[in-house]
């Protein structure tokens, strides 16, 4: 039989993080592209639009005037997925039909007074403020909540309608599906292997040097071994930092790889519990462009994906050389 | 504090087939849609295109020529995600990297010999053609294969790039992550409640009459309870069924409510271990339609929902009545 390629044959991986598996089939890039094709280049935003609801003196949907702010500027989003004080529906009458109270607030964090700029564009200092500014929010309402999610949804191809940059602050009474599912997969690789999972998993991705894209003093960017986006990264600190307000003040600084990526993170879950035991929980971020081959092909996640599994067509160690991601108009990013 | 209404107070709902959580907010629909409007129309497709790789007579990219077929037409796909041959990786030397061999086949299925068509269009011997075809794909895949998966990624929204009416098939050497969790779900109901899980669901929901969407002598399409997508809906069958191939005459005929909503199912894992127990798992199939409120806003499963939890802006109850989701033009759609 032929000796196993990654970049020729097709074959699953685990990751261990999400509890999940990915079909890897990089022989199927060969096929020729004939669908859609995405425009490149963004269009000209204008450095300040009177009649964008993010820009500073402008007025929101639901009347008020922003502040004419100079640095970042964080307020309640007009229209919530979640609010503070929703009731709760009360116990379920059968198993298959459970649903349960959610509590939260929604926000919204512009990183800086101008529309024409995104994280990458923005001087150190500037980036500083908006780590210290996700520490804070973080702090604020993770004293309340067990969850705290920051994001950003970036460009129209991720359903983001304004160009300001900005990210979303959800704050929840639950522990979404994602941070649940992490939660139970580190706490258990701590409790086998007696320390963090991401703790290890960057000690050997700086071994073995097939996927990392930047290292520095202080972090570490990486496509992760099990990465389902075909440009998706992960982003550690080096040292082991469960939640954002715990980094220090070189970790926030600019030069960190993560002001190049976007940004930096939020960690181990918040609220009534923050004060448990919460070691095997390793601060990151998630980075992930809906690309297929480059910055105008798109992936489409679709039928196999969303129905069976998910699947890729370039392995995750011929997409760490990609030097344009740090620079790409979409993508969803997280920390947590 | 305020009485519970499930469309105007967020909660969060429990989906026991895949084992997670959405989040509806509801009230979330008041908020103006400022963001991207998709093409309501479908370009005129010509009923034949001889340049078009799918059509009777055409050739295709391997530069085989498809015969003048006058039904259904079963072929390889020409860039499969899964090869039967691919080599194993071999063991991995540490758990958090680890990969497996994964085999399989893709094919792809024309539903007509004409390009103009989609299965709603279709006369009612023609459909039943097509439910015959994949009775028997499964058939004769799932004697090697666990899993046969058949979809159909419908319109460009959905990263379909050929408008001829056609479904795609791809079986697995493994059980795909979707169907993984469905497997668990059901195996667990039926140990502890003594019947299939979507035995008791479609029980339910007929006395509840909340979400049915239509029903039949044979089968009952409703909303689940537990949704994610705003028009997605799941198709089951009246009596207890494992696998298409043992659906009915009958129950394949056209009048099926699956010929409506684009499709009937696949079921129960195959391959070597087909023959096992298998009672807990219940024929169905899922239409997950990409959109927010009508068929032509976009719900962009962006941000919060690929970091934390899938959520949704309208209630399952509130959509079954969109009538015209039977002829939705974008959609992923499977049997399982
Ligand atoms: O129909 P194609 O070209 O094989 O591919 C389409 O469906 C596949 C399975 O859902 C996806 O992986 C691709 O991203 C999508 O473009
Ligand atoms: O930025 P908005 O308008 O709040 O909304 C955007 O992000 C949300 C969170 O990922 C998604 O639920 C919406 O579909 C998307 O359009």
New interface residues.
């Given amino acids: ?4 390629r ?1 970049s020729e ?6 990751n ?1 993080l999400q509890d ?2 990915v ?1 890897v ?1 990089a ?2 890039m ?3 592209w ?3 094709v995405e425009p490149q280049l963004l269009p000209t935003v204008p450095r300040h639009d009177p009649l964008n609801p993010l820009c500073p003196g402008a007025r929101r ?1 639901n009347g008020e005037v922003n502040p004419h702010y100079s640095g970042t500027y964080l307020f309640d989003n ?6 503070p ?6 116990p379920s009458d ?9 509590q ?1 607030v929604c926000k919204v964090m512009c990183f800086h007074p101008w529309s024409d700029v995104t994280l990458p564009l923005m001087s150190i200092p500037e980036i500083r403020a908006v780590v210290d500014e996700w520490a804070s929010v973080t702090e604020e309402l993770g004293a309340q909540y067990p ?1 705290v ?1 920051i ?3 970036k460009g ?1 191809m ?4 304004n160009p300001h940059p900005h990210c ?1 602050v ?1 704050a ?1 009474s ?1 522990l ?4 649940q599912q992490e939660e139970r997969s580190q706490r258990a690789y701590q409790s086998q ?1 007696g320390e963090p ?1 991401l703790m ?2 960057a000690r ?1 991705e700086l071994l073995r040097k097939e996927r990392l894209v930047l290292t520095s003093e202080h972090w570490i960017v990486l496509v992760p ?1 099990w990465a389902v986006w075909p440009f998706q990264t992960l982003m550690l600190p080096r040292r082991h930092v469960r939640r954002l307000p715990e980094l220090t003040p070189a970790e926030r600084d600019g030069e960190s790889p993560g002001a190049a990526l976007d940004g930096c993170g939020s960690g181990a879950p918040t609220g009534p519990e923050a004060g448990a035991n919460w070691d095997h929980w390793q601060l990151h971020a ?1 980075y ?1 462009p809906p690309l297929l081959r480059s910055a105008t092909v ?1 992936k ?1 996640m ?3 994906e ?6 890729r ?1 370039l392995t995750p160690e011929q997409t760490r050389t990609y030097e344009s991601s740090s620079r790409l108009s979409h993508a ?3 920390v ?1």
């Fill in positions: 039989p032929a000796t196993f990654p044959h097709q074959h699953i991986r685990y261990p999940e598996w079909l089939s022989h199927r060969k096929r020729p004939q669908g859609q949907a007009d229209f919530p997925a979640l609010q004080d929703a009731p709760s529906p009360g059968h198993p298959l039909f459970r649903a349960e109270a959610a939260g969850w999610q994001f950003e949804n129209a991720m359903g983001c309608s979303q959800w929840s639950f979404p599906n994602v941070p292997h999972l290890e998993y050997q071994f998630h992930y798109r489409f679709v039928g196999y969303m129905l069976a599994q998910a699947q067509d969803a990013f997280s947590q």
